[in-house]
């Protein structure tokens, strides 16, 4: 999926040339004809080669994307990959109707053109940022925390078709299950999903990935809707529900389910944390 006639073009760009320095951090600007402009916040080390990965990193519900191209600013030197983190601005996207759930309805509840949806910018910047740092590789890999693993879990069922090579979705504090039975945005029903979509979902590459010390059922932004809490009273339980659910709607209609549950020791709701246990999951060495 692609925005139609979308413009790129650069806002600033921000080098480390000190003399130690090993990576730059660039920003670029999308500006979109269907939607509001997103800046992306990127790390490219320096003398990167054409064919390392390319990952993409989602901020959570703070919309703080240039703090989490910070965090992972290190790791992106270290392990020698092209980091790349749109912001999805409040203001531009407000609230989780036009991040996390993807700015799929309209205030009416109807379902907006695809490229109007938040899921549909991923796919078009990366075709620019492959285009700008000459990057020969066809796929990416796509992280997200807290907020950003909700993006994550939810467009891997919207965007069957996008060339992500590896997901992580961590630590989300709510999850939109797998179940036709129950209603958007806590299960399928009345969703843009199809059951199609959801069978090519289940066989991706997915690492549901929690941390083990994220089991605080009184965290502030905690969602305590009912459906929320029917998932569990935090988001370790959470996680864990909605893997089961995963698995087992995969195997009653025997579709091939390629995804795995991992947790992190001592990991509480902390990206900075989550972030370097992500890497092995993210990134071929």
């Given at each position: ?69 910070d ?12 980091l ?25 509840d ?29 796929r ?43 209603d ?43 459906e ?58």
């Open positions: 999926m692609k925005l139609t006639l979308l413009k790129i073009f650069f806002m600033a760009l921000t080098v480390c040339w000190a003399p130690a320095a090993t990576a730059a951090k660039i920003l670029i600007k999308v500006d979109a004809l269907d939607g509001p402009p997103i800046r992306v916040f990127i790390t490219k080390p320096l003398n990167l080669a054409p064919d390392r990965p390319v990952v993409f990193v989602m901020h959570g519900v703070n919309r703080n994307a240039d703090e989490y191209r965090q992972w600013h290190e790791l992106a030197k270290e392990h020698d990959f092209l790349v983190v749109p912001e999805f601005s409040n203001r531009n996207f407000p609230g989780p109707e036009g991040y996390n759930l993807g700015n799929v309805f309209d205030q009416d109807n379902i907006v053109t695809e490229n109007r949806w938040s899921y549909s910018a991923i796919e078009p910047i990366f075709d620019e940022v492959r285009r700008r740092f000459a990057i020969t590789s066809g990416y890999s796509l992280y997200g925390h807290s907020a950003g693993s909700q993006f994550v879990h939810r467009f891997i069922f919207h965007v069957p078709g996008a060339r992500v090579s590896q997901i992580v979705s961590a630590n989300a504090g709510w999850y939109m299950m797998p179940d036709f039975d129950q958007f945005p806590y299960g399928l029903r009345r969703s843009a999903v199809s059951r199609e979509n959801l069978a090519a979902a289940l066989q991706l590459p997915v690492t549901l990935l929690l941390g083990e010390a994220d089991n605080d059922s009184e965290h502030p932004n905690l969602r305590r809707s009912p929320a809490m029917a998932q569990g009273d935090h988001r370790l339980e959470r996680g864990f529900a909605f893997y089961e659910t995963a698995r087992e709607y995969a195997e009653q209609r025997k579709i091939p389910f390629n995804w795995q549950l991992v947790t992190v020791p001592g990991a509480d709701h902390d990206n900075r944390l989550m972030a370097p246990a992500a890497i092995p999951f993210l990134v071929s060495q």
